[in-house]
């Protein structure tokens, strides 16, 4: 009797829609944790992990080979700081910049840490300063972090002092912050002029960067061409987006056959 009840229900409860025989399937289809009933279902690949990345997006990530002993670029002697926007080098490597700091998504952390690359950060002052520890665990990654001013102004044209105040002053408060000073430095927009350079310089930093491709949205741009050359310097910027603009950067990055590096191990 009892197995005629449980037969007759299971048939009630298919004329219903809303019971277990569909459900069953579903499961079925997606994957177990065990082979009976009483398995768990397998986790979606769009839904998050304990990371907040989901699988989807973990496996995303390239596998990278590792990167050459670098071979780093003398700055040329002389009263200015270097100016690059690629590093001249015929090694397979790209380099990963991420600038600003005003949107500070839980999921780079965890992102950094399964992509296992070097990255800089370009930082502003003005944009870390409420919660500077969000960086210092991205340090905790690898991550190297460089000065970006302290509230992102235009240099360009600008006199002497008041350059020196917005470079020098933001590479005095990182040392303060994390306990090492900035060697490279970015300006804002990508635009500088010679006092720009001559002030790095004075400021006791090495050399300042533009870029080859930018990255939003998810969207990689390219100066020149559709694929990132050796010796590119790739920008993106903490956003909304960031995962998204990071597994592209990476995307990027391997289908041209290279391997991010490290900027600051270019810079002699």
């Not at 080098?89 to 399964?114: C, H, M, S, Y």
Request: aromatic fraction near 8%; glycine fraction near 8%.
């Amino acid at each position: 009797m009892g197995k005629r009840l449980g037969g007759a229900l299971l048939v009630i409860c298919a004329l219903l829609a809303g019971c277990s025989a569909p459900k069953a399937a579903t499961t079925a289809a997606a994957g177990t944790t065990g082979g009976d009933e009483g398995g768990e279902p397998a986790p979606s690949a769009a839904a998050p992990s304990a990371t907040g990345l989901s699988a989807a997006q973990l496996a995303r990530i390239p596998h990278f080979a590792p990167a050459p002993a670098p071979q780093p670029v003398t700055v040329p002697a002389g009263p200015s700081a270097g100016w690059y926007s690629a590093i001249p080098t015929n090694q397979p490597v790209a380099f990963i910049t991420i600038d600003d700091g005003w949107t500070k998504v839980p999921e780079a952390l965890p992102l950094l840490r399964a992509a296992h690359v070097p990255v800089t950060l370009f930082l502003e002052i003005n944009a870390i300063k409420a919660d500077p520890g969000y960086f210092s665990q991205l340090e905790q990654t690898g991550a190297v972090i460089e000065a970006h001013t302290i509230s992102h102004p235009e240099l360009k044209g600008k006199s002497y002092d008041v350059q020196k105040h917005e470079i020098c002053g933001s590479a005095d408060e990182l040392a303060k912050l994390y306990g090492r000073r900035p060697v490279l430095f970015r300006p804002p927009f990508g635009d500088k002029d010679a006092t720009t350079l001559k002030v790095v310089h004075d400021c006791g930093m090495k050399a300042a960067f533009f870029w080859k491709e930018t990255t939003d949205k998810g969207i990689v741009r390219y100066q020149a061409g559709s694929a990132v050359k050796a010796g590119d310097i790739l920008l993106m910027h903490f956003r909304p987006a960031f995962v998204e603009d990071f597994l592209a950067v990476l995307d990027a990055i391997a289908k041209a056959g290279l391997t991010p590096a490290l900027l600051e191990d270019y810079i002699a």
